[in-house]
């Protein structure tokens, strides 16, 4: 068995043993970053199905090479790709032609063009909002005020489904701020949901974080790490 397939088991495991002792069921993203289309192959030979990329070209890329290959192949048709990186507007056009869901969508401007360029032919965008749960100056997302703002005028764009909410903690060895960052998106989703029908996610949970975000409520943890292995480099280019 290879290290991909034995690792996917092993998390797949776990997350079915947390979703048996917590209310909501959670879905496993497999992040598939930096690492080669031979291993988003390996992993959906495994069973797995949604996929997460951070970086446009290096993910178009993957994602036509993988539809090439299934005119004659397996079909890849039934993966799911999701948009988890930071979004620059002069992107947005790629992201609308090729994702199902976009996690990271952190201001009107973005949700707004991907709204505009998403193609008539496709199905609506899945879109989560991007959260800065920890307030870090130098992260992306919307802070919680915000966050209902825009909530409300997602929710108005024709070719967007608002389904939830996104974030990635502040990395911290402080267990109560990190529970705490995690409780207060719960919280939000929660009111979120209340107010949306078709709000359904909550994305959080790393390789880090996975067991601590399950029992806060997540519904979608993102794994890379600990599926793939370590990243080689931190890019620095998307
Ligand atoms: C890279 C990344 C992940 C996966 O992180 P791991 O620690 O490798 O599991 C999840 N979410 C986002 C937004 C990422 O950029």
Redesign the pocket.
Known sequence: MSEITHNLQTIKAQIEQFNAQTPQQTQLLA?S?TKPLSAVIEAYAAGQRLF?E?YVQEAVEKIQQLNNQSQYDTRYDEIEWHF??PIQSNKTKLIAEHFDWV??VDRLKVAQRLNDQRPDASAKLNVCLQINISEEDNKSGANKTQMFELAKLVSQLPNLTLRGI?C?PQKTADQTLQKRQLQQMQQLFLSLKAQYPNVDTLSMG???DMQLAIENGSTMV?????IFGE?ATKRATR
Do not use: D
């Open positions: 992040v970053k997460g951070n988890i990186g996690q990271s996104m990635i790393m390789t880090n993102r794994i890379g790490t600990a990243r």
